[in-house]
């Protein structure tokens, strides 16, 4: 494990890293959103779930360096007396959680495709990149809104509100998965005629094993790229479906949520409850696409 | 190529059949039309009456069969919102999606290629780094975002352009445009830039690497040790290869433009197809779902159709090496 | 000098301006969803066509009723009500307007498609009996005729015959007819473009016979242009932007900075509007409850619980920004029978509300899902997430199901609630109609109980409330008057407060505000 671990810290990667000051800003921004949203029931100042705390004559407090504003609640409240800095905290655990876990589903189903397409070739090749190439025309928000859609309309109103998380990370995770399969496929057609392999299958290795300890590892940069850089699209698709009204149920706002609320304020001068969620969702996504994109470049021998 | 266009085409059938059969489902079994015509007081009689006049009584086929007919002749029935055939909604509604659309798409095209080869060229100059932060941030914010924003700087703080609509149309035959008033293009320039921000930020990545790609090709090395200008190199013979790839990524990019056009059109009330659709969905007006998802099929495997009639065109590679599988 | 002159060009041209086309742009957030006069009796569709048709008997600015097509009327026995008809009046497309064509819209109005029966519920017939008077036959002496005649517009036979619509549009039914989209009526304005959604345009009938009313005669409007828009940021930024002049619903939390903007103004007053709670009160066991094998609300307990665990104040205060009129009572003190005494509210006290909900059985509370639209009423939303807030207070642990008001009315009308908000306007501005719809037992007779969800059934109820019906003068006001205790110290309803009504345009429009929500075009100016 030390060894490990020493391994790294003495990697280009690591080098790079410390070399790209707005790689480093990122990480930090990155870290904090990702710590607040994780620890947010440990350490959020108030839980915005609890209706019988709310009280509706704190509704509208300006941040706590306004006048008006109160320390309690540093960064304001809404409508209803919420705390908007515990909402964002919260708001934000949804927002990764419904990103990170339709991204994980995305890749999973990707890279199991895309192994598959590259590595037995022929028809199940050519159906499954026709999948692919006919699903990546369509764009993700289209697909999850139509995948929202119809569970929608097909359930009862009460049973969707309870699987409405999951479905929206289906939809969001069902529209991205393409990308994955392409970058697999691609590196597995490669690694598939290289001698080690050609290799093992002499001596009789199962194709799913040669497939998952043999090729995979050699495909996990590009996914680790694409991966990255899907979960800022994952989290602004969320954001964008909740915006339309359309996402996570409102009994567990994200920041798509919380931005779309307090739009009604934005022009009434109670700007702090869609402005603040909406910097938090930026600097989430920002500084995991800036991440994304220095790693691409780190790990792109050609770029340096 | 007669062989290859016929190919392509075979290939969408089964995928507007699929979409069809989506849209067959949602039609006939979510909205239970049978259960919204009758209202609430009826006879076993009435609703069997009904049901025979509507064909809910045939075999699946047969009912799907009958609802490819009638799509294919643009025949989608009533809205149940506005009681009013959806083919005519959704005619009526097309020309404003489209020119924005089209609008948002060539200032993609016009701002996003240049910045692109510049920094491409010029890869650590400090405004190539602005560019591309910038387009981070352009692909980090969200385009509802965007647009309240937007609406916030120009249209409340500096008064300059409208808020909302499309300002004053003009009727050209069953088509309406907003290009020849001047508060229709006042009306197109937030949306528009809303819409194509995203796509431009695309559109200069896409380009800037592409570039790199090819000046670090032999022939361009070989080009400029045969001493030609840089010019020349740069614009003669890189620009013109990344240019392919950019043409199909664009083409490809115009349907999620469309796409797109729906968070759009909400933020600006932009009377297009996207804000029909949202607002169909919010009052379950099924028949103008189906039908907005068939349409934007075809217009998405026109694209795609047309892309690969492009490409086949361009790129002599294609014309031979078919049939191996891959590419 | 030259600054006298160019005031002087300036009031000339002013003056100039009265022939000139003024055009006033307006918004709102619903579009109509039918241009059928009787097809859809909803606010967002008579704000358009009242505006296009007459009515027999009309409104002034204080909702007061005043001459219109008919200029005289009386009751000439008690089941028999006479209209004299106004002479000299043609329809936009140019039929001359006669008695017939009030006895068929009388007649299209009853037909089963139509959403305005409870106009004409009481009417048996209709009879020309001139080209010029026309009786209306009662099946029982109805003294608040007048009122409910003056909502009911009036149509052309022969254009609704020759246009096959005889009867109204059935938007159930998903039909489209002429008059889904066409429109010909006798009143101000004439339809002149009509895009869903989109925009509706509508020109001065130069011809109406009410422009020389003193009322009209300042009125300088030639064309309105009403374009919905939903999202209420950008409706307020149209308005701030100058891109409309008129904004009939701008929403409460804009409404300081719409005030302290340059050249906006806004007019605010009373709507006739009452919001409150309505509650299952039938069922033995709530659909929407962890309670089973009863029914909680059924105790007067529960309710009066319920009732006192809610800060109607900070509702007011916060949610409302203080644009409600909190009360006690289900309508408001413009609709006849009102009774300032019987308009009390019981105190708000959490104490006492959990003391209640301890008697009754429920120490620990219980879980109920409230029902709220989230796009019909003011802020209606908002109020009920501050109501669940309230209730967990007390231990009971409220559920919010918010939706848009089609998928809303469509589940309440199945009965399918366990408790519900609702809002409710009096456009008769008399009392029956609040009790007949909300609180007589639905028992199949016309108009009784059609939005009484919850199904109160109280006999007394239903006894004044024929008396109601049947009975003019003393007996009738004691039976409101009496009808209005039983409602109070029953509470079939949690009230809540009744809606003000802001609207906000530019400086330079004038339109005189009314308190049934709709403006009304032949009163407005543009300067």
Redesign the interface.
Known sequence: MAAAVNRFFGSDLWWSFTRSPVTVASAVVALVCILGAVLAPWIAPHNPFDLASLNLSDAFKPPAWDEEGAAEYFLGTDDQGRDVLSAIMYGARVSLLVGLSATIFATVLGVSLGLTAGYAGGHVDSVLMRICDIQLTFPSILVALLVDGVVRAVLPREVHDQIALFVVIFAIGISEWPKFARTVRGSTLVERNKEYVQAARVIGVPSVRIMFSHVLPNVVGPVLVVATLNLGLAILSEATLSFLGVGVPPTQPSLGTLIRIGNDFLFSGEWWITIFPGVALIAMVLSVNLLGDWLRDALNPKLR | MFAFIISRILQAVPVMLTVALISFAMFAYVGDPVAIMLGQDFTEAQRDQLVRDLGLDQPFWVQFATFIGHAAQGEFGLSYRLSRPVAELIAERAPATLELAFTAAALALLIGVPMGVYTGLYRNSWLSRFFLTFSLVGVSLPTFLIGILLILVFAVWLGWLPSFGRGDTVKLGWWTTGFLTVSGLKALVLPAITLGLFQLTLIMRLVRAEMMEVLRTDYIKFARARGLPNRAVHFGHALKNTLVPVITIVGLQLGAIIAFAIVTETVFQWPGMGLLFIQSVGAADIPVMSAYLMLIALVFVTINLIVDLLYYAVDPRLRIGRGKGGH | MRKLLLAAALAIGLGAGWAEARTVRWSASGDP??MDPHSQNVGTVTMVLQQIYDTLISRNQDLGLAPGLATRWEQVEPNRWRFWLRDGVKFHEGQAFTGDDVVFSITRAQQPTSNYAIYVDTIERSVQVEPLVVDVITRVPDPILPNKIASLMIMSRSWSEAHNATRP?N??????MYT??NTNGTGAFRLQTR????RTVMVRNTDWWGWSEPASRESNITEIIY?P??????????L????VDFVLDP?L??L??LRSAPNIKVTEGPEVRTIFLAMDVHRDELLYSDVRGRNPLKDLRVRQALYQAI?IQ??H???MRGQSVVTGTFFPPQVNGYSREEDVRLPYDQARARALLAEAGYPNGFEITLDCPNNRYINDE?IC??I???W??VGVRA??????L??FFAKIQRDDTSIYLLGWGVPTLDALYSFQSLLRTRDGGQGNGIWNYGRYSNARMDQLIDIMTNQSGAPRDAAIREALRIYREDIPHIPLHHQMIPWAMRSNFTIPHMANNQPYFRWARMN
Request: hydrophobic fraction near 35%; glycine fraction near 2%.
């Open positions: 969803n039918t549009q938007t159930r039914a998903r039909e489209e889904t989209r895009e869903p959604d989109v374009r828009i939903s999202s209420d940021a950008t409706r307020i930024a149209a701030l932007s100058g891109e929403p939390q804009d300081n900075r800060d900070a509702i205060r916060t949610t908002q997430q501050a669940v807030a309230m967990a207070r559920r919010l199901n918010a939706m848009p089609a998928p």
